[in-house]
């Protein structure tokens, strides 16, 4: 017999019903464009929508109240981020930009400063919006300045609103086809608004990645970061290289390191990854899942609010070469408003990372890992990652195909599994697509008689409790994380990730 769940406390369940009340009250006519005082009270009011969606102790969304206020009143978002006196900093990226907004968020709090940060993610206008009227009180923000991971086809629409003085442009890797379309596309936008973007602007900029560091060589504030050394000849297998944007000519390669990221060069008209870079990730040390550590390196950087030069070695908590990356990244971020490099030491070396990404929790007595693989280059660095220890490691793999994960999942099939396939000691496969991850991995070369497949959440992590004693490894994609993390929640393992 099926045990009947328990129910929530009185609180939750009045909470349910006065949330939807006041959902409607923000959107209706009532407040509807609102302004002046009308404006703070639609804020106090999607303020209460917001505190009552996190009472009522079950999975929510963590933009509603965002999207409730921007819908009575469209100027919001800009309206409220214009209270912030120190401005915001935005990242964007298909790859790693929660990691890196939260390593930057780290920084700044090092510095002294108290930053708005959307740290679970929630990343377009409803996200910001709701992340800022959090913070509002009798007409100001609570906060020193904004620190803002944007969605990539998001970042042209939410830079007029927000103002910010530094912008990070990551990465550009195929991710969710089925919504962003190809990666050309999204580089046409991102060109078309950093071309119209002031000069006091200054652009953090990966320069290991030729679609971004091509896009964005026209614009007069430039810090350009990237990895020194790499450790293959040419991109790998699965990545997606891209045209010279200046001539149409198939980018070469000098050598790689992450998916196409590497020393790019076009041998037609002769443009590449510039040799000088104004901060340098060097001496790298991120083997297995026990973190990671490099030097970083800045020189000044010519026309951009760059800090001090020099150098500094960091220790991350957060693993893999990836992460080297990202904290790279915000690294140069930090720098660029102003901060030294000591903070910045400080900052990247107390941040735990971002919820899911590498994140380790107790479960049943034991740890559990979670890590975010979600597309062909994310997932090949979890591959390497996962390798790098020597060990063999028991694994839950979820694999869920929501509109957030993009529908198609053949993707997986990019992903070199073929190199993890001997560490695996016990493999249980679940989500909505456990069979298709299952039979990845039994066409990698995984024993058969080692995997299991479950659909669902519960069920397969519950499996994989009793299948194994010692330490466990989660790889999911994005909202199989969401799930599990839930999940654990749920089960009294940790704390909701939106709270």
């Not at 100027?75 to 930057?104: E, F, I, M, P, W």
């Not at 060109?191 to 973007?197: I, Q, S």
């Not at 249980?428 to 659909?455: F, H, K, L």
Request: charged residues 20%; proline residues 6%; aromatic residues 4%.
């Amino acid at each position: 017999m099926t045990a009947t769940p328990p129910r929530p406390p009185m609180t939750a369940r009045l909470a349910r019903p006065a949330a939807a009340a006041t959902d409607r009250l923000v959107r209706s006519r009532l407040l509807r464009g609102a302004q002046g005082s009308r404006f703070a009270v639609a804020v106090a009011a999607a303020r209460t929508l917001r505190h009552l969606d996190r009472a009522t102790d079950t999975r929510i969304d963590p933009s509603r109240a965002g999207r409730a206020l921007l819908a009575a009143a469209p100027h919001a978002l800009g309206t409220l981020a214009g209270r912030l006196a120190g401005g915001c900093a935005l990242v964007s990226a298909t790859n790693g930009k929660t990691t890196t907004t939260n390593l930057l968020a780290a920084i700044v709090r090092a510095g002294g400063q108290d930053p708005v940060v959307n740290h679970v993610g929630a990343n377009m206008p409803g996200g910001l919006t709701a992340e800022l009227l959090a913070r509002a009180r009798r007409g100001r923000v609570t906060a020193d300045l904004g620190v803002f991971e944007i969605d990539e086809l998001w970042l042209d629409h939410v830079v007029p609103p927000l103002l910010p003085k530094v912008i990070v442009l990551g990465n550009l890797f195929r991710d969710q086809l089925d919504r962003m379309g190809e990666l050309d596309r999204v580089a046409a936008r991102w060109r078309a608004f950093v071309a119209g973007l002031p000069p006091e602007v200054t652009l953090v900029v990966n320069a290991d990645d030729p679609r971004v560091c091509q896009l964005a060589a026209v614009h007069p504030s430039l810090v350009l970061v990237g990895m020194d050394g790499v450790d293959r000849d040419g991109p790998a297998e699965h990545a997606d290289i891209p045209d010279c944007q200046r001539c149409g000519t198939r980018i070469a390669y000098d050598g790689a390191h992450i998916g196409h990221l590497g020393r790019w060069r076009c041998p037609a008209c002769g443009d590449r990854r510039p040799e000088q870079l104004h901060v340098v990730a060097r001496d790298i040390a991120a083997g297995g899942l026990g973190g990671a550590s490099f030097t970083l390196v800045a020189h000044m950087a010519p026309g951009a609010a760059m800090g001090e030069a020099g150098e500094t070695r960091v220790t991350l908590a957060v693993p893999g070469r990836f992460n080297v990356a990202n904290a790279a990244l915000a690294g140069a971020a930090a720098l660029s408003l102003g901060h030294d490099l000591a903070t910045v030491t400080r900052g990247l070396g107390s941040s735990p990372g971002a919820f899911g990404r590498a994140e380790e929790l107790r479960v049943a007595g034991r740890p559990l890992t979670m890590v975010l693989g979600k597309n062909p280059t994310g997932l090949d660095e979890v591959v390497t990652m996962l390798t790098a220890g020597g060990e063999r490691i028991d694994l839950l793999l979820l694999l869920n195909d929501r509109d957030l994960d993009g529908r198609d999942v053949s993707w997986i099939w990019d992903v070199d599994m073929e190199r993890l396939a001997p560490m695996v000691a016990t493999l249980t496969c679940g989500g909505a697509r456990a069979s298709e991850a299952a039979m990845r991995m039994d066409y990698a070369g995984v024993d058969p008689a080692r995997i299991e497949a479950v659909e669902g959440i519960a069920e397969p992590l519950a499996r994989a409790l009793a299948r194994t004693t010692g330490p466990l490894v989660a790889v999911c994609n994005y909202s199989a994380m969401l799930d599990l993390r839930e999940t654990l929640a749920e089960q009294g393992h940790t704390e909701r990730y939106w709270r």
